[in-house]
């Protein structure tokens, strides 16, 4: 099965939906990835880091101070150390194999955090064959461009903000082809950057021309949503997971791999 199902709107569950009132607090956790899983959720987001000892962390800041009772940098400390670190006060610090197990189903958005998890993450997706489960962004165009390197354009990625600002700002689909180039499956976007409407028609009317996705980050307002779908979007990012169901279902739009279309 591919990772994009064109026709259908993706719901992301962004860092395992960290805003759903059971789970408030435990992003990026196995407790709120299972949560995810268990509302119907195919499409699960993370971002990774690379420990001292060179493995591949499920987890977004690079320090561990702000969502866990440790501190200090991701990079500088071992799993072992990371391991004695919680979120919530109760959950572990997932490793990124420990996802791909838990939920062999699932398909993966992930957010390269770090220069050093780019060479260690292209090496995992493709020594385990998991070219069709995901999907890989990155705020550095150099990190973006070096893992397509790596794995030789087998694995979708996202735009860089260079492609992205390129697909804004054209004024036709074909010059935006020309100058992003070819090298991405979706554009995965916010709403807004201050004054600015990122997500505008255009965009998303270029981008369909050329087969390219639009993916939105993050939303939690149904009323956003709903604005959103309307102008054609391919897929939602969310903390609200419930929210994003509601909205999704009273739309006749929810898709579960596992429930068909509802």
Known sequence: MPYLEPGRIIAFAHRGGSYHPEIEGLENTMAAFAHAWALGYDYLETDVHLTADGVLLAFHDDVLDRVSDRVGAVGDATLAEVREARIGGREQIPTLVELFDAFPEARFNIDLKADAAVGPLAALVLERGLEGRVLIGSFSRRRLREFRRLTSGQVATSADPLQVALYRF???????????????AALQVPHRRGRVVVTTPGLVRRAHRNGV????W???DPDEMGELL?????????DRTDVLKDVLQARGQWWSARGGLT
């Open 170 to 184: 054209s004024p036709t689909a074909a010059i935006a082809r020309v100058l992003a180039g070819g090298s991405f």
């Open 213 to 216: 996705a639009v993916h939105v």
């Open 218 to 220: 993050t939303v939690d």
């Open 230 to 238: 309307d102008r054609g979007v391919d897929g939602l990012f969310t």
